[in-house]
């Protein structure tokens, strides 16, 4: 639990509940969805939205805004980069960060390269496509495996590909390569893959696809026979995961564990519950974080918060509907989210169990406060760094790492 913040918390919590027993307090606009106390901060979005859409209850966008007591410490360990994508803590304490042309890297502590690892197949690298997500088997100590996603070419049109490996003793190559599941079917567009690859506690994994953006496959985000737009849970081999909510159905591919899903780039656990927290891309407005359930539909292109980049509604311009899980929390205007993070470490105790979205378009990342599965207050971090913010990891050392498109590795600690 936060300490630091506990009379923020209250504020928000008791705003949530005033709004949520007093009708006066909707309105047609996301602005004015909440009201704000004389004490509690205004929410951190001042923009116009993109549309007037009404949220599906008080609180699910524009939330009171919060700041962070704790003096920080924000230093640039590396601005070399090339294009990083995603950023893991070794066991050791270094980092594994791979790049989307297709490098994979260790960094020391520091943040000075280390090693760069041979052996990966070839990327399609262009749009949103290249080598993307990377995680640690949770027995790694033992079996040195690392499993990651890529853009890959095949004769439909590049896909998602997720490829396991085993990192040889001297760090330096993979070893037994091998591809154990493909998100079908491929498309020629170079958009919207998703991904992230997480690990549940039996050691299987969790990997977000996306649906590839174009008008004429986005719809497949809703068709159980395909696995783009989707949550899929699957074993070290690729294989679906026994009893999964779509097992035995027809017509259903049985790895499918949620759909209805655009671009979702983040996915974390929740320390506190346990739960599959999910953030994506919405078109204009409409980003979205979402609590991931078996069998559940999160709507899209069917409904969304969002508009389409010309302006027009997108389908029916429906926000609600039977059958359809809310998000938790929205954005409008975009701030374009990738990975998420609960922050476990120890260096910053107010910012415990808080989740952490890396800011893309809105460039910085935001700290949400979460209480009940609802967030209850908002902060925009780092802001005058001007950086789109990629990935994070909490350290060994409790900090908070981040990447960013320019190229950049923070570390972000307290004074």
């Not at 360990?77 to 995603?86: G, Y």
């Not at 609600?320 to 374009?336: A, L």
């Not at 909490?394 to 590795?409: C, N, P, Q, R």
Request: net charge neutral; charged share 20%.
């Amino acid at each position: 639990m936060i300490h630091a913040n506990k009379s923020l918390l209250v504020i928000g919590i008791g705003m949530a509940a005033l709004v949520a027993s007093s009708p006066a307090f909707f309105s047609s606009s996301p602005a004015s969805s909440v009201a704000v106390s004389d004490t509690a901060l205004p929410p951190v979005e001042t923009r116009q939205p993109n549309s007037q859409y009404k949220s599906a209850f008080a609180g699910q966008t524009r939330i009171a805004g919060v700041k962070t007591k704790t003096p920080l410490s924000v230093t640039v360990l590396n601005s070399e980069l090339k294009l990083p994508w995603a950023i893991q803590c070794l066991p050791d304490g270094r980092f594994l960060i791979t790049e989307k042309g297709g490098t994979m890297r260790i960094f020391k502590t520091n943040g000075q390269p280390d090693k760069t690892i041979e052996g990966l197949p070839p990327v399609v690298f262009g749009g949103q496509g290249g080598l993307l997500d990377v995680n640690i088997d949770p027995d790694f100590a033992r079996n040195r495996m690392l499993f990651w996603d890529y853009a890959e070419q095949t004769e439909g049109g590049a896909l998602l590909a997720v490829a396991k490996g085993k990192l040889s003793a001297d760090d330096s190559r993979l070893e037994g390569v091998e591809v154990i599941y493909r998100a079908k079917p491929g498309y020629s567009g170079k958009l919207q893959y998703g991904s992230r690859i997480l690990f549940d506690t039996d050691g299987n994994l969790f990997v977000s696809t996306g649906e590839r953006s174009g008008n004429d496959i986005r719809i497949k985000a809703q068709d159980l026979s395909t696995a783009l737009g989707k949550v899929i849970h699957i074993t070290k081999e690729g294989k679906p995961v026994a009893g999964g909510p779509f097992a035995g159905k027809a017509d259903a591919l049985p790895e499918i564990y949620a759909y209805g899903l655009r671009n979702p780039e983040g996915m974390a656990w929740n320390p506190q519950t346990h739960e599959l927290w999910e953030a994506e891309f919405g078109p204009r407005g409409g980003d979205e974080i979402n609590i991931i359930r078996p069998g559940n539909n999160y709507g899209w292109p069917l409904v969304t918060y969002g508009i389409e980049y010309s302006g027009d509604k997108v389908g029916e311009g429906i926000q609600q509907r039977e059958g359809v899980t809310q998000p938790v929390y929205y954005w409008d205007p975009s701030i374009s989210p990738c990975n998420i993070l609960f922050y476990t470490g120890n260096n910053i105790p107010e910012w415990k169990n808080n989740l952490f979205v890396c800011g893309l378009s809105g460039l910085h990342i935001a700290r949400l406060i979460i209480e009940n599965n609802k967030v209850t207050g908002e902060e925009r971090l780092l802001q005058d760094k001007n950086e789109r913010w990629r990935s994070l990891a909490i350290g060994k050392d409790g900090a908070m790492y981040g990447v960013t498109d320019k190229g950049s590795l923070y570390r972000i600690a307290k004074q």
